[in-house]
C-alpha cells in the first residue's frame, strides 16, 4: 500500500449534526474505520465494499467518498475514483486532505494519459 494511500485512510470525519443523522454517521463511521482496517492489510475489494455501504448509510460522509476514491485507483477504475473524489469535494470543498487527493489524482492521470500518446 502506498504512503498516500495510508495517509489518507487515516483521516476520519468526525462531525455530527441531528440525532438521526448521528445514528447515521455513527454506523458509516464504523464502516469506514473497519474499511480502514482491512485496507491496511491490502483486502481493497472489502475496503470498497465497506466504503459503499458507508455512503449508502450517510450520502453526507465526505471522507467515505474520498476514501472511494482512493480505493477505486488502487482497484485501477479511473472513471469511478474521479466520481467519488468530485463527490467528496462537492460535500466538503474546503476539505485540504480530499483537494490534495484529488489534485494528485488528476496530475498523475494526466501524466498517465499525456504518457500514452507517446
Known sequence: MTFRALLTLAVLCTSLA???LADDR???RRQVEFGIE???????????YRW??????????AQAY???GVAYEQAGDMD???GAYKKALALEPNNQSIREN???FEEINERTSTAGDD
Open 18 to 20: 441531528t440525532p438521526a
Open 102 to 104: 484529488y489534485e494528485l
Open 66 to 68: 474520498n476514501n472511494l
Open 38 to 48: 482491512v485496507a491496511g492489510h491490502g483486502l481493497w475489494n472489502e475496503a470498497i
Open 52 to 61: 459503499e455501504r458507508a455512503v449508502k448509510i450517510d450520502p453526507t460522509y
Open 26 to 28: 455513527s454506523d458509516a
Open 80 to 82: 469511478k475514483a474521479a
